[in-house]
């Protein structure tokens, strides 16, 4: 079996993701907590931090693959021949093609802001 | 009924029966059949049926030992799957009103009677009976009470699929997610000390849909007549599959 039609390695990429953005959101529930004034200043100098810069793209890319492999659960709940006929490839595959655009373009575009 | 009960201990039932006759009807539709039900003594929702098909002699739906054992009267019971004849009416009467639907995600034979051919398809998938390899002991394969004492909660159902045509993910992927069922007989065997093709059962499960389809959401065990748990049986098998890719 190859390796991403194994249901055991995409339930466990799916949760190293899912921890993967959990940790990041304690770093920042941490960072807001931790810090005495919340304002733009201390804001901005967080995000240009070198860390978390590294953390954000972790998250980001956690993001990227969680989405993926949701969106693929969706797709091939509701999108199948018994549901739309002849139709459910080509509706199918608009479906993935629409989803990994639009993955790619929201992850370029954060890594643009990131960095 | 009503003839040996006295008319003051009883009072009328509304209920609302889907009918779908294929040589007659072109859609199927809900019909309200009012019965009288007794005061004085909880009846089964099945009683309650047998009282309607008085009124409507064509109702048609599938009934055999009327005491939870045989699974034959799976139903939609006021939005929730159960057994008619182990379900009394004051659990399942709301308002006055009994809503009985058949068993959703499956096509319809005759009014609640639905076509289980894909619940047993996907049943025969996970080989429902003890594999050996090795040669028959002269008195026969033993376990341990400790051993017989793992299939406790497994061996118990009664395939009446109540659990499965719950399950959403069965709901859409009737033909690659193996349903509740289906996966609890699974683990039934796998966790049975006396088989012996644990790696075979686990290489079959190994795809994205025929166990990781479940996602977790308990339909099947809020609805089991006879409350076994799926979802936990469903999770046993998941930890064995990612156990044995750590080794």
């Given at each position: 079996?190859?390796?991403?039609?194994?249901?055991?390695?995409?339930?466990?990429?799916?949760?190293?993701?899912?921890?993967?953005?959990?940790?990041?959101?304690?770093?920042l529930v941490y960072f807001i907590v931790s810090t005495p004034v919340v304002d733009y200043m201390t804001w901005e100098a967080f995000f240009e931090g070198f860390?978390?810069?590294?953390?954000?793209?972790?998250?980001?890319?956690?993001?990227?693959?969680?989405?993926?492999?949701?969106?693929?659960?969706?797709?091939?709940?509701?999108?199948?021949?018994?549901?739309?006929?002849?139709?459910?490839k080509i509706v199918y595959s608009s479906y993935r093609l629409f989803c990994a655009l639009l993955i790619t373009v929201v992850l370029i575009w954060s890594f643009i802001i990131i960095w | 009924m009503s003839a040996v009960i006295p008319v003051s201990h009883l009072q009328t039932l509304k209920m609302s029966i889907y009918r779908f006759d294929p040589s007659e009807d072109e859609k199927p539709y809900m019909q309200e059949i009012v019965v009288e039900v007794p005061t004085d003594k909880d009846i089964m929702v099945l009683d309650a049926l047998h009282l309607a098909k008085v009124k409507e002699p064509s109702l048609s739906y599938r009934r055999s030992c009327r005491e939870g054992v045989c699974g034959s009267d799976?139903?939609?019971?006021?939005?929730?799957?159960?057994?008619?004849?182990?379900?009394?009416?004051?659990?399942?009467?709301?308002?006055?009103?009994?809503?009985?639907?058949?068993m959703p995600g499956l096509p319809v034979v005759?009014?609640?009677?639905?076509?289980?051919?894909?619940?047993?398809?996907?049943?025969?998938?996970?080989?429902?009976?003890?594999?050996?390899?090795?040669?028959?002991?002269?008195?026969?394969?033993?376990?341990?009470?400790?051993?017989?004492?793992?299939?406790?909660?497994?061996?118990?159902?009664?395939?009446?699929?109540?659990?499965s045509t719950a399950c959403p993910s069965f709901w859409w992927n009737p033909d690659k997610f193996l349903g509740p069922a289906a996966l609890l007989q699974s683990w039934r065997f796998i966790a049975d000390s006396r088989d012996e093709a644990t790696d075979e059962r686990l290489d079959d499960l190994e795809d994205a849909f025929s166990l990781y389809r479940c996602h977790g959401i308990m339909n099947c065990v809020s609805v089991c007549p006879k409350g076994l748990n799926p979802t936990e049986a469903i999770s046993n098998i998941r930890n064995k599959l990612i156990s044995r890719k750590r080794q």
């Open positions: 079996m190859k390796f991403f039609e194994s249901g055991t390695n995409e339930f466990i990429i799916i949760r190293a993701c899912a921890l993967l953005m959990f940790l990041y959101i304690i770093y860390l978390t810069r590294i953390f954000s793209s972790i998250f980001l890319i956690s993001f990227a693959i969680h989405t993926w492999f949701g969106t693929w659960a969706i797709g091939t709940d509701y999108f199948t021949p018994a549901r739309l006929g002849g139709l459910s | 799976g139903m939609n019971i006021n939005g929730k799957n159960g057994l008619a004849c182990i379900t009394p009416l004051s659990e399942a009467v709301k308002r006055n009103k009994l809503t009985l639907r058949p005759r009014d609640l009677i639905v076509d289980m051919k894909l619940f047993y398809d996907q049943l025969e998938k996970v080989q429902p009976f003890l594999i050996t390899k090795s040669e028959n002991p002269e008195k026969g394969r033993l376990q341990s009470p400790k051993e017989r004492e793992e299939l406790d909660g497994l061996y118990e159902c009664i395939l009446c699929g109540c659990c």
